[in-house]
């Protein structure tokens, strides 16, 4: 069941859900704002478009652009140029939160870790005390 919230954009009441994170009013002119977006990526020769060519094309905010790529909204497998940053190191990506080479980086880091405090643990279990 939804929470009771004030609209992030217009600061009407209005009944905050899984799906709707903002007032019926302004989910409308979001949904108007995802059609254009759409129809605008959709055609072939704007499918290379980067991210501000389709904010100036079509007036949505990147903001906006990004969240619908975020919550799986928009599709954008083929488009190569549109993403949004990995929030460790920035560059573009279509999925998750963190690149290839940074999630590699930090499961390497844990590992390494591990292995230390391992190594430290059974460094403990050979030493005697007397």
């Known amino acids: 069941m939804g929470e009771l919230s004030n609209c992030p954009k217009c600061n009407t009441l209005f009944v905050k859900t899984e799906i709707h994170d903002v007032c ?6 979001e949904d108007a704002k995802f059609q254009k977006v759409y129809e605008f990526i959709r055609k072939r020769e704007n499918r290379t478009a980067t991210m501000p060519e389709v904010e100036q094309a079509t007036g949505v ?18 488009m190569p140029n549109i993403g949004y940053k990995c929030e460790r190191c920035g560059s573009l990506i279509k999925t998750g939160k963190l690149c290839e080479p940074c999630k590699k980086g930090i499961t390497n880091e844990l590992t390494s870790l591990k ?11 050979a030493t005697y005390f007397s």
């Open 61 to 78: 905010e990147q903001d906006l652009i990004m969240k619908w790529i975020k919550i799986g909204k928009l599709k954008v497998a083929s």
């Open 24 to 29: 019926r009013e302004c989910y409308k002119e």
């Open 115 to 125: 292995k230390e405090e391992e190594r430290q643990l059974a460094q403990k279990r």
